[in-house]
């Protein structure tokens, strides 16, 4: 079972900004980030199950990670495949600002998983490194509930790969600051999206 918790609220965030792995500054949680963060590790408490804690390298991730740690009593593993898309030069921007500057790139970018913002990464590029860490989790690992602490792009690939459905899928679904989804996989080679963008625990 994979337990997907996308990180709590940046700053970038808040204001809509595109904010992927190669911006200059790796914004951290904002203060409203930290109590989802907290909320959230309340709710996994509650739930239970957890073994095993996942992150992003990126800060927002880590730190959502190690409140979500300490809570479960479990150690944070840090995991470069989770990282954000490296969204090149739109990184910072928000999506009407790419779309004045960059509407030839843009519309490419959503119409094809293969198109990357300038200097940036694909979503397949994205899904090429997701694809064998979750892989190489499942066979080291078949029984365990993992947590997997991360950003839009590689939980929602995680949820898109479980429903079978095209990259371009990516698009109709919504992951909010802190949501937690659910993947079940089975020894069959199946899997099952049980849950997604959950936000209960935040009211």
Same mark, same amino acid.
């Given at each position: 079972m994979l337990v997907l918790?996308?990180?709590? %609220?940046?700053?970038?965030?808040?204001?809509?900004r595109f904010s992927g792995s190669g911006a200059a500054v790796d914004?951290?949680?904002? %203060?409203?980030g930290l109590r989802q963060a907290a909320q959230a590790a309340a709710e996994l408490a509650?739930?239970?199950?957890?073994?095993?804690?996942v992150s992003s390298p990126l800060?927002?991730?880590?730190?959502t990670a190690e409140i979500a740690a300490e809570r479960l009593g479990v150690p944070v593993e840090v995991e470069p495949a989770?990282? %954000?898309t490296d969204f090149g030069a739109w990184e910072g921007l928000?999506?009407? %600002?790419v779309r004045e500057?960059?509407?030839?790139?843009?519309t490419a970018w959503l119409r094809s998983p293969d198109a990357a913002p300038p200097g940036g990464e694909s979503i397949?590029?994205?899904e090429r490194r997701v694809v064998p860490w979750r892989d190489a989790l499942l066979a080291a690992a078949p029984e365990r509930t993992v947590l997997v602490v991360s950003h839009v792009t590689p939980l929602k690939t995680l949820a898109r790969l479980a429903l079978g459905a095209p990259a371009q899928a990516l698009f109709r679904m919504d992951l909010a600051p802190a949501s937690l989804s659910e993947v079940a996989h089975y020894a069959d080679g199946n899997a099952s999206l049980r849950m997604l963008n959950m936000t209960s625990h935040l009211r």
């Open positions: 918790l996308r990180h709590g %609220e940046s700053a970038l965030t808040a204001q809509k914004p951290p949680l904002s %203060e409203r509650v739930r239970g199950g957890v073994q095993a804690v800060a927002r991730c880590r730190r989770l990282r %954000e928000t999506f009407a %600002e500057r960059f509407p030839d790139e843009l397949a590029e994205v």
